[in-house]
């Protein structure tokens, strides 16, 4: 089974800090993702990557970053945390296959709170 | 612009009955499609996925169909169980800006009545 880990459930910040979430996953896949999940708005992308050290924006970009060092490992940077940016982050990973498009594979979340 | 609706915001079943979800997209250049289930607490959880060749795919316990005419994909699980009730999510992948795009539709939650 793919496995996908959010190195914190619970994370609560204060406004101006500099945040990071990690995830990594464990089956080699190419791609990773940043989510955000908000009531009456759903998933969001914030950030992916199909490479070491590649990243492209998402939808929702702003106010984040990324960083993809090792292939396995793919973290998300909030640079001055705010408090719109109180969500549930999901990272998920994929793999590119020669048959088509593959699902992607979420991590359980972090759910953070900008005080 | 481009996006995935589902039709029913909150499904109640019977144990053992069949539960059937439905989901509307729009763009018909979308090739691949993916069911998850997303229980309380917890990330989503890819259930099954269809490709637009396809208009037919069976799982354990689910079906996905696929009505490209129409745009609609269905979700059916049979002998609905209690550790069904969750929230499902369709979403569709299609290609633009030199990437693929998944676009998840905001979900429908599913309630087993004991």
């Known amino acids: 089974d793919v496995k996908v880990t959010q190195s914190s459930r619970y994370l609560v910040k204060r406004t101006g800090e500099k945040v990071f979430l990690e995830c990594v996953q464990d089956?080699?896949?190419?791609?990773m993702f940043w989510y955000r999940q908000d009531p009456g708005l759903g998933l969001r992308l914030i950030y992916f990557?199909?490479?070491?050290?590649?990243?492209e924006k998402g939808d929702i970009p702003e106010g984040y970053s990324v960083s993809r060092e090792k292939k396995e490992r793919f973290s998300l940077i909030l640079e001055s945390a705010s408090t719109n940016q109180t969500s549930m982050y999901l990272c998920?990973?994929?793999?590119?296959?020669?048959?088509?498009?593959?699902?992607?594979?979420f991590g359980d979340g972090t759910r953070l709170s900008i005080l | 612009g481009e996006s995935v609706g589902l039709h029913l915001p909150t499904l109640s079943v019977q144990e053992g009955d069949n539960s059937i979800i439905n989901c509307a997209y729009s763009?018909?250049?979308?090739?691949?499609f993916i069911w998850y289930k997303q229980e309380s607490g917890k990330g989503p959880q890819f259930i099954i996925d269809?490709?637009?060749?396809?208009d037919k795919r069976q799982g354990q316990r689910v079906t996905v169909l696929l009505n490209k005419t129409v745009k609609h994909l269905s979700l059916q699980i049979a002998a609905t169980q209690p550790g069904d009730s969750a929230v499902y999510f369709c979403?569709?992948?299609?290609?633009?800006?030199?990437?693929?795009?998944?676009?998840f539709g905001s979900g429908t939650r599913l309630l087993v009545r004991p």
């Open positions: 089956m080699d896949h190419e791609n």
């Open positions: 990557s199909y490479d070491v050290k590649m990243k």
């Open positions: 269809i490709r637009s060749n396809m």
């Open positions: 998920a990973s994929s793999y590119t296959g020669t048959e088509g498009n593959q699902p992607q594979h």
């Open positions: 979403a569709e992948n299609f290609w633009m800006d030199s990437s693929y795009k998944l676009i």
């Open positions: 763009n018909s250049a979308s090739d691949y």
